[in-house]
């Protein structure tokens, strides 16, 4: 892994760390907690993406430096993180930023480990979001994976199929992967700015048809 | 793997795919959220159940055949699920068939790499219903294999403890194999339907005694 | 692994396997429910453990020695289990049980697989605590590794610690072990009994001091 790669990967799993940490402010959990959530969802979706690659011990545990994004993220958010109705907008901002560099680096591992491009995609697509369903599931939220507000699962895959494109074709370097990030945080955001819908997962036509005999 | 074990994998696959993305509809899902839980109802109980043997990728990272099953019934739920009322009784429908065929196939693979036939028949219940786990969590519901109306761990560990018996004394075939998975799929359905009850998991003598003693 | 390693192994597993059979009995699930939840809850961690450790098949799997524990827990459940405001009691008494002594096994188990010391702390940690987040998920209840009363990964990550640190400078004996041991329970115990409270994730300046100014 070379110093970018690692640069990025924990800037992901502090961003991810953060998002975590936020959700304990706002669910009032103690410090112990926001640490053992912001670590959980900031090593979670690399931890399964290296068990799915089954190439020894994942990173997380091998190397200790990954403890130390999530510690930070604890100490930021119990210094800073003030008023309650901004908790949903920074941690929607930390997730999208945390999603953007998983689905790269996530991806760029699981090539090296020897999988091929679509399974590597896929593998960037769990790092990416495996961390925030953790997150979900604890919150007792709808997973945003399966119900998200605006792109999302789209907005990582599509991140993920690029890396893996360029990676193939031998155009990825740190222009192509920041580019990447940039338009996959992007994508994320404007789709929550502007509300983009997705067709629900059942047309239900009959209901539709009761409703045009009813109008 | 042989192709009949191919395809009972990727009809399991299908069948809870199928009951994730009807989930997701009754859920009000949009179609990609759909895509996600029917992927990871669909491969999440065989995931597991290769992790835990440890031989490498597992099989639905490794071939990318297994991506098509849920982009199938993704597909088929957006166009022909109509009623929300039918959709609960599908699920279970499609959840025994896919749980009928993972208790075969699941102790099967366990048996190829060499687990013990205990071991294997516990790897075959876990196959056949890790995902529906993942299902039932998502949806914040209490997990079916938990507190199941009528018969389900029993059916399923019925299926798998007969496939491992049937392996080791050299009498599994296609015939063997289709006899156990119409049983285990008709004890799982007849259960409900005639709502077999299985005792409480305590006694509760008290409340027993004091009701006695109020009547 | 010696003699007292797997009796210490298995009373773990018995001790969170009753906290999942309670947890069943609470929610009235059923026999078979009850027996699924308290494995679940019983061999969770340590399968957790095992796969981050990857190597080969979890001990659960590999010894069948390991399924009789649950089935002990859900006979004795079932059989004694009576008065459901005592079942909470109960409940948190056998988790900080199992926890006093998977924080232990758990770590050595790592250490065992030639894991650093941090790592398998964070390792022994997770054994301890693995297994009631999945029982706290699965009950839809805030997990207490995030949400404790009274201190919770904090006792169970100084025994693992102390483990650690006895391993290394090869103080570790019979003794040893069942000190830490009795001081993590008691800890848990004692932070419980007398309400102990940790810091908030958030320090929330902004309401505390508009708290200071209405008062």
């Known amino acids: 892994m070379t110093w970018v790669q690692l640069a990025m990967d924990l800037a992901g799993v502090f961003f991810f760390a953060m998002s975590g940490s ?17 670590t959980c969802v900031g090593l ?25 994004p999530p510690v930070l ?27 953007a560099l998983f689905c790269i680096s996530g991806t760029q591992i699981a090539l090296e480990a020897g999988l091929n491009p679509v399974a590597a ?29 605006g792109l999302y699962a789209i907005a990582a895959l599509l991140g993920a199929g690029l890396t893996s494109a360029a990676e193939s074709i031998g155009w990825m370097n740190a222009g192509t992967g920041l580019g990447i990030a940039v338009l996959v ?3 994320r955001m404007v789709s929550l700015r502007y509300r983009w819908e997705i067709p629900l997962a059942a047309r239900r036509p009959r209901e539709r048809d009761r409703a045009a005999t009813a109008g």
């Open 22 to 38: 936020l959700l304990a402010a706002r669910r009032r959990f103690d410090i112990v907690g926001s640490l053992m959530l912001g």
């Open 185 to 187: 945080f992007a994508l």
């Open 121 to 149: 995609a896929i593998l960037g697509l769990i790092s990416a979001v495996g961390g925030g369903v953790i997150r979900d599931v604890v919150a007792n939220e709808d997973p945003q994976l399966f119900h998200p507000r």
């Open 44 to 68: 979670g979706g690399g931890i399964l993406r290296d068990l799915v690659i089954g190439q020894g011990v994942p990173n997380a545990f091998a190397s200790p430096v990954y403890l130390l």
């Open 73 to 99: 993220a604890t100490v930021l958010v119990y210094r800073f993180a003030a008023s309650e109705h901004r908790y949903a907008g920074a941690l929607t901002v930390f997730d999208a930023a945390g999603m």
